[in-house]
Nanobody
Framework: QVQLVESGGGLVQAGGSLRLSCAAS????????MGWYRQTPGKERELVAT???????NYADSVKGRFTISKDNAKNTVYLQMNSLKPEDTAIYYC?????????WGQGTQVTVSS
């Protein structure tokens, strides 16, 4: 069973930065896409950013130019660098790995941006 463990969340003032990490408990073969999603109470989980096995990235319009997704295949880790944070970025952030036949989620890490 693969586990995804997120870290790096916390409390930050508006305009600040955080870097989220998501490490897989073991190597995951045949990964198609790795990504970050977020969710706030009463709302559906929404896509923040994804990165394909080939390195192509995709971002939600709300985070373009502020967030950067990257990955380290050797470490089985995906990152989300978040700059110029806004109070509306406050949410629980979830890591996701989609591979052939399986979809994995982390437990989530809280990001709180104060105004």
């Amino acid at each position: 069973q693969v586990q995804l463990v997120e870290s790096g969340g916390g409390l930050v003032q508006a305009g600040g930065s955080l870097r989220l990490s998501c490490a897989a408990s073991r190597s995951i073969p045949s990964i198609l896409v790795m990504g970050w999603y977020r969710q706030t109470p009463g709302k559906e989980r929404e896509l923040v950013a994804t990165i394909s096995s080939g390195g192509s990235t995709n971002y939600a319009d709300s985070v373009k130019g502020r967030f950067t997704i990257s990955k380290d295949n050797a470490k089985n880790t995906v990152y989300l660098q978040m700059n110029s944070l806004k109070p509306e970025d406050t949410a629980i952030y979830y890591c996701n790995v989609w591979r052939v036949g399986s979809n994995y989620w982390g437990q989530g890490t809280q990001v709180t941006v104060s105004s």
